[in-house]
């Protein structure tokens, strides 16, 4: 394509969304009857019929073919974290010796996919293979376009025989549902009986690192971990702050055109880009969008960010922590709630009333991060994570609220039914029907919040920059919709509403207020303020995961009928070994790059320099400088290949624990980790001492300040 494509000859308005099958397409292929039917299905309305199938499938194939493409896959969202395809082309052979296109409603609603080789944590036995892939109809399918292959993708969910979720989407999906189905419980009971349908939002912002594809080719451990097991920091790192917001140089810009070009065929809205913090570190943010088709447009966008990447000999890193030393990626994850009738549930709105309706939502998401805290931690829990949260560059493992100065004055002032000073310094008394009406922006932003509330949304901090959206949202969705839950309960049971609501506010907000924190969330005074206040700090993924099965949690996704006990469980177990399995790569390349590379290119060095020293001496110079770089090399080196050696055994150590995932992988956080942060220390130290041009690998100047 692309990069020269001239977009005041081609603008934005008129190529948008061509490659993604949108309702917009639709029209083109389908009867409006057809088209409201759908709708219908799309929101719960009716059961899909396999007329109606037909008719879509139809529609689907020739809006394909007319695009060129010869195959379709049911695209899905194993617990691996990545996406699934299997191909199939749309031929079906004739007796005449040709073939016709094809693509029958059965093949578009339901696909079989041997799911033998996908983690399933136990939820059925690996020689019972089969699983199912179905259409999830509330996904715009879309066109794949690689170098003029194309291919129809249909996003679906995968699930096992038994119909237990084998994937993220279905969690997701029942979550979502669960969340609005107990708000308009809360709705109804408020007397709006207007609003039939509300929808999660979010809006994913997607930090990333881009390095250049012959320094990547030339690092192992980039290749084979997405992260950096050894490297000495540049002279120059981010301590300048002159990399946020910077100038863009030409090359990463035309990188950008061709990514939004790309991003916005398949109709995902890409809006802000931006350098970040850190050297080379880059943000793509789009608009937002339903939870489900949010982190459907993440998975895809993440797929493009890499190809486009390497269609400009670059290479996109997506781990949280690809550099030590410098900042981490994440993922904000921008959360709200609206309805089909214009209302966002997050926003005080244009009267008193409507202030009612927010704060009640409000202290209602206070109530649920306090209460589910440990399964927000541990939604966000990965071993990239691990390297960024906490580290002064993101929110700490302590999950807290940020809400700003005037709305905890305000709810304060609720509680002790206390007059409440606002910004133009009037006091008012608040009393049940009396509450006034409220800014629309009543905070500022504190970058150090896990979860801080950003005028009409919650911007949850902590996710990963590598994670599915799905993961972190599913539990946010299910405490929330479980705390929803409760509010429905009392105000259905209440004779006096209005009452009712004020005494919800000010018991939500007066017993889980301990989890507002408005301050600076790097300070280790927090960290001693939160133990006090008996907030829970899971500090890293062994820690943080099974929490998801404390007995109260269980109960809590089992009432929402998000996950059942065994999909829990099966998830804690497929997390734990993929937590085992990324520190053991991290660690074995780690442990072959030193013993290949740098141990060999160490000691030629060395030899090379005491032959140096030797003729010098020979020669009258003084060598004193010179015997003290020996030395402290020699040293170094001895105390590298020892650590190595000690690397290697804590690895055989964790593995010899295979048959208990928990202590497997609290072996590799307390050992393996433990050796290679040991190693690393004796290893980097080398790289300063020894000459670049013989150093087996790109330095960190070379990937961070080489673009």
């Not at 308009?184 to 690192?209: C, D, M, W």
């Not at 829990?568 to 790569?585: D, G, H, M, P, W």
């Not at 141990?599 to 020979?618: F, G, H, K, M, N």
Request: charged share 25%; net charge negative; glycine share 6%.
């Amino acid at each position: 394509m692309s990069a020269d494509i001239d977009f005041s000859v081609h603008p934005v308005t008129e190529f948008y969304g061509c490659n993604c099958f949108s309702e917009s397409e639709m029209k083109t292929y389908l009867p409006e009857s057809a088209m409201e039917e759908l709708r219908q299905v799309q929101c719960g309305g009716c059961e899909l019929t396999p007329a109606l199938a037909e008719l879509v499938a139809g529609a689907m194939k020739e809006w394909a073919l007319s695009k060129g493409a010869t195959h379709f896959t049911h695209w899905f969202q194993p617990l691996t974290g990545l996406t699934a395809e299997k191909h199939d082309s749309f031929i079906h052979p004739t007796s005449n010796g040709k073939v016709m296109m094809e693509f029958s409603g059965t093949e578009l609603v339901q696909g079989e996919s041997d799911a033998s080789s996908f983690p399933n944590g136990g939820l059925r036995a690996t020689f019972e293979a089969r699983g199912y892939t179905a259409w999830d109809t509330t996904s715009p399918a879309f066109i794949k376009d690689i170098n003029g292959v194309r291919i129809l993708y249909i996003p679906t969910a995968f699930f096992s025989f038994t119909g237990a979720a084998l994937d993220k989407k279905v969690p997701l999906l029942r979550s979502t549902q669960a969340v609005e189905r107990q708000t308009l419980r809360v709705l109804r009971a408020l007397g709006n009986t207007k609003v039939s349908h509300v929808t999660v939002n979010i809006g994913p912002e997607q930090e990333y690192f881009l390095v250049d594809r012959k320094y990547y080719d030339q690092r192992p451990d980039l290749r084979l971990t997405g992260r950096s097991v050894l490297g000495n920091l540049a002279a120059k790192g981010q301590e300048l702050d002159d990399h946020y917001y910077g100038t863009i140089n030409d090359r990463v810009s035309v990188f950008m055109k061709e990514l939004n070009y790309e991003l916005w065929k398949l109709g995902i809205s890409s809006k802000t880009q931006h350098k970040e913090a850190a050297p080379n570190q880059f943000e793509v943010a789009v608009v937002y969008d339903a939870a489900n088709i949010s982190t459907d447009h993440n998975q895809l966008l993440m797929d493009v960010l890499q190809s486009v990447a390497q269609r400009h000999g670059m290479v996109a890193l997506l781990h949280e922590k690809p550099f030590s030393g410098v900042n981490g990626s994440g993922k904000h994850d921008n959360w709200s709630l609206s309805t089909d009738d214009g209302q966002n549930l997050l926003s005080p709105g244009a009267s008193p009333e409507d202030n009612v309706q927010f704060l009640l939502f409000l202290t209602t998401l206070i109530k649920a991060v306090d209460i589910y805290a440990p399964l927000l931690r541990a939604g966000a829990a990965t071993a990239g994570n691990d390297h960024r949260l906490g580290a002064a560059e993101a929110p700490p493992a302590i999950i807290s609220i940020y809400l700003g100065e005037q709305l905890t004055s305000l709810l304060d002032a609720i509680v002790d039914d206390a007059a409440w000073r606002k910004r133009d310094g009037e006091y008012m008394k608040l009393g049940v029907t009396c509450l006034p009406k409220l800014p629309k922006d009543m905070t500022d932003r504190n970058r150090t919040s896990p979860f801080a509330f950003t005028g009409n949304k919650f911007e949850f901090r902590m996710v990963g920059s590598s994670q599915s959206m799905a993961g972190p949202n599913i539990y946010l969705n299910a405490a929330v919709a479980d705390i929803l839950s409760e509010v429905a309960d009392r105000l259905e049971r209440a004779g006096d509403k209005d009452s009712e609501c004020h005494e919800i506010i000010k018991e939500f907000y007066r017993e889980h207020r301990r989890v507002i924190f408005n301050g600076n969330g790097y300070s280790v005074d927090w960290i001693n303020e939160a133990a006090k206040r008996g907030l829970p700090n899971f500090t890293d993924t062994v820690s943080a995961l099974p929490q998801v099965l404390q007995p109260q949690f269980i109960k809590m996704f089992e009432r929402q009928h998000v996950f059942s006990k065994e999909e829990l469980a099966s998830r804690l177990e497929i997390y734990l070994e993929t937590y085992s399995k990324q520190v053991n790569i991290e660690a074995a390349i780690m442990v072959e790059m030193v013993r290949k590379s740098v141990i060999p290119a160490v000691t030629r060095y060395l030899s090379d320099l005491c032959e140096s020293i030797s003729r010098q001496q020979t020669l009258g110079f003084d060598i004193t400088a010179q015997k003290q770089i020996a030395t402290t090399l020699s040293k170094e080196l001895n105390l590298s290949i020892t650590c190595c050696e000690r690397l290697h055994i804590s690895i055989a150590k964790a593995l010899s624990l295979g048959e208990d995932a928990l202590a497997q992988a609290t072996c590799y956080r307390d050992e393996v980790l433990d050796s290679m942060k040991a190693l690393r220390g004796h290893v980097d130290l080398l790289e300063t001492y020894t000459d670049k041009k013989v150093w087996p690998f790109p330095s960190y100047d070379d990937l961070l300040f080489r673009l």
